[in-house]
């Protein structure tokens, strides 16, 4: 009975064994290796290794290949600042053709030509030597006899080389970006008279059909900016534009002083001073200067003699000179200054022994009984001024 209980026991201890080993299979044996996984209760363990689940599966990347390391983040260049365009420079040469002599270029706004010449320009050149600055300096010129001439540029001839047709006014102009940028101021020395007022931007300078030019200059400037301000105060003030074109409807009185400067440049003098007397329009010119370089110095209307006392014509030279005369015919000239025998220049008639109050103050007209008569103080300037041995031409 004891066997029989024995036996009994431990096959209970089996089975117990056994149903504990199939219902935790992790701890059915303690030697077995520890990442054996044991198979399923209903199906036979087996030898290969537990497989985990898809969507744990660690990326292994292939035996013969190797990861290539992250390139390094690569910054675009900055590109680079556009070169600042080339400041314009504005660069100019001219020149004029004077008879019997070469003709040399003169640089931005120096004077070309002669103004001490005894002959006017025949022609005309300007070259324009700007840079950066897309544009060209055009001019014309007024022959005499001839009119103008069309426009010429980059060292053209403005003008024929002609004595006969001598270079009487021109214009110039700016063209392109360089006329919207800049403008040209312009002068010229008109025989006889000196230098005109500026011209600016293709007006007329000179005196067409009245006299010749001897010489000019031409200035560019900005038209904006410090520099433009400058040029303005300089050249386009009212004062230095006055007289820059001189015309017989714009100027008769500059006309004819002018004609009668042109008209003494071939006369010489024993003095620095000449005298015209046009006897028709009634005018006297006093010029300072030389053969051929006489320049107006005063201009002035006279009375000259009526039609039955003609003043005496031709060419005379100044003598004596005195203080009054005529107190004993009733009226008093003053300032008298004798240029032949008993023709004289001198004032108008004041009462006898005044210098106010007129008794004929008349001028411009042919009234006199052969004398030139003038206002009281041109006599007196020519009285105090004029040294003998001056040339005097009446015509």
């Not at 089996?14 to 030697?31: E, H, K, R």
């Not at 105060?233 to 002018?258: C, D, G, Q, V, W």
């Not at 329009?281 to 051929?292: D, I, M, Q, S």
């Amino acid at each position: 009975m004891k066997k029989t209980s024995l036996r009994k026991r431990v096959l209970s201890v089996v089975l117990s064994a056994t149903l504990v080993a199939t219902m935790c299979p992790a701890t059915a044996l303690a030697d077995e290796p520890a990442g054996a996984t044991p198979p399923a209760a209903d199906q036979p363990a087996t030898d290969q290794p537990a497989t985990p689940p898809a969507d744990q599966t660690p990326a292994t990347p292939p035996a013969d290949e190797t990861p290539e390391p992250p390139k390094p983040e690569v910054k675009p260049k900055p590109k680079p600042k556009p070169k600042p365009k080339p400041k314009p420079v504005v660069s100019w040469r001219s020149a004029g053709k004077i008879p019997g002599a070469k003709v040399k270029y003169q640089k931005k706004g120096a004077m070309a030509g002669k103004t001490a010449s005894t002959k006017p320009l025949t022609y005309i050149k300007i070259k324009n030597d700007s840079k950066n600055i897309k544009g060209n300096i055009a001019y014309k010129v007024r022959m005499a006899g001839k009119g103008w001439t069309g426009w010429k540029k980059n060292g053209q001839k403005a003008g024929n080389g002609k004595t006969k047709n001598a270079v009487q006014a021109l214009k110039v102009q700016l063209t392109g970006e360089l006329g919207k940028q800049y403008n040209v101021f312009y002068r010229a020395y008109v025989v006889g008279y000196g230098w005109t007022g500026w011209g600016k931007n293709g007006e007329q300078v000179g005196a067409p059909k009245l006299a010749g030019i001897r010489a000019y200059q031409v200035k560019i400037a900005p038209k904006k900016g410090t520099a433009a301000k400058k040029a303005n105060k300089k050249y386009n003030t009212k004062k230095a534009r006055k007289n820059h074109l001189i015309t017989t409807k714009t100027a008769s009185e500059m006309s004819m002083r002018l004609s009668m400067a042109a008209k003494a440049q071939g006369q010489s003098s024993k003095t620095k001073w000449l005298i015209l007397v046009d006897t028709h329009k009634n005018r006297v010119c006093v010029l300072k200067g030389k053969k051929g370089q006489w320049n107006v110095h005063k201009f002035f209307k006279c009375s000259s003699g009526a039609p039955g006392s003609r003043t005496v014509r031709g060419k005379f030279t100044i003598g004596s000179r005195g203080l009054s005369f005529g107190e004993d015919k009733g009226y008093s000239c003053w300032y008298w200054t004798q240029f032949y025998g008993n023709y004289l220049f001198h004032s108008v008639l004041y009462n006898p022994g005044s210098k106010r109050s007129l008794q004929d103050g008349r001028l411009g007209m042919n009234l006199s009984h052969g004398c030139v008569r003038l206002a009281i103080g041109n006599a007196k300037w020519i009285n105090r001024n004029i040294p003998s041995g001056t040339k005097v031409w009446t015509y």
